[in-house]
């Protein structure tokens, strides 16, 4: 069905359905036209790919995908919108609906099965409170996939694809270029949905990484620590873990001393490089 981002289409379809909105489910849907075909095209909706959704809305994404890849596999929670995309993805023989929590999808045996001979891709315009969570799940697994292309927050957007060693650091953007390197696409005004959200949003691309960095020795311990050091975010490293991880300060001192940090250094200065150095150390004095 043409026409999926018309606010007039929308607003007869979803009459028709008897559909509302669920503000909890994050459900702002797009209705800019010029934005599905952008994330489709720069997020890997090409011959030879596979592309997983998460959160198909009334499909207008989907749509897009389907053009452009070999095959797309859709995750949605609500299963009230499963009528809605017969219809409005009719035309399409490419596209499989799975009506869940994508939380609770095992999405390796979903590649495994589903895309066979093919790259993987995964796209979506992220239901906002749950968007570090789905991020941090589809990183984690390390998930046979090219890329990962998703609207979030702007503020989220900044965070995540901040250059390490800079102000707007935090954890995630830490576990973000572990496994991947992070970009910033484009941004896209809150007037692009309906309902509009009270914030703007960007469009960012993970892509995965062949190889996560040398050197760690155990990842839970790794990102235990990169945790602490932001938990306190005004403190220094030393302070922040120290008091977050109940060590002693001296100990956690030794640690940065013997990574050639300073005392007073604080978690966003860090680079890669110091949080390995910093973590391995801090294992080995802690025997942890
Ligand atoms: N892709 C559509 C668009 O761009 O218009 C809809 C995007 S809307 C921001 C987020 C979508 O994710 C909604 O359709 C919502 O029902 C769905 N959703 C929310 N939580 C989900 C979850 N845990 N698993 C799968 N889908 C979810």
């Known amino acids: 069905m043409d026409n999926l981002s018309n606010i007039g289409v929308i607003k007869e379809l979803l009459e028709r359905h008897d559909f509302s909105f669920s503000k909890s489910l994050g459900q702002n849907f797009l209705v800019n036209p010029t934005v599905c075909p952008k994330i489709a095209q720069m997020g890997n909706a090409q011959s030879g790919f596979g592309v997983i959704e998460i959160g198909t809305g009334i499909g207008v994404l989907t749509s897009e995908l389907a053009k452009g890849a070999d095959k797309v596999v859709a995750i949605e929670i609500d299963s009230r919108l499963l009528p809605v995309l017969e219809e409005t993805l009719a035309e399409f023989d490419n596209v499989k609906i799975i009506n869940d929590d994508v939380m609770n999808v095992d999405l390796h045996k979903l590649i495994y ?76 005004s809150r007037g692009s949905f309906m309902p509009s959200p009270n914030v703007d949003s960007c469009v960012v691309r993970f892509d995965i990484k062949d190889k996560t960095p040398e050197g760690v020795t155990d990842e839970k311990h790794f990102f235990k620590v990169v945790r602490a050091a932001f938990s306190q975010r005004r403190k220094t490293l030393v302070n922040s873990v120290s008091s977050s991880l109940g060590i002693d300060k001296s100990v956690v001192a030794k640690a940065a001393d013997e990574a050639g940090l300073q005392q007073n250094i604080r978690p966003e200065q860090m680079l890669m490089d110091d949080y390995i150095r910093f973590a391995e150390n801090l294992k080995q004095l802690t025997n942890g």
Not at 121 to 142: D, F, G, K
Not at 161 to 171: E, H, I, L, S
């Open 113 to 188: 099965e589903e895309f066979q001979g093919l790259e993987v891709a995964v796209c979506a315009n992220l239901p906002y409170y749950i968007t570090s969570p789905i991020i941090m799940m589809l990183l984690e697994q390390r998930l046979p996939i090219k890329s990962v292309t998703v609207m979030v927050q702007k503020e989220a957007g900044i965070r995540l694809c901040a250059k390490m060693g800079t102000r707007d650091v935090g954890a995630i953007t830490v576990a973000v270029n572990y496994f991947s390197e992070p970009k910033m696409l484009f941004n896209v």
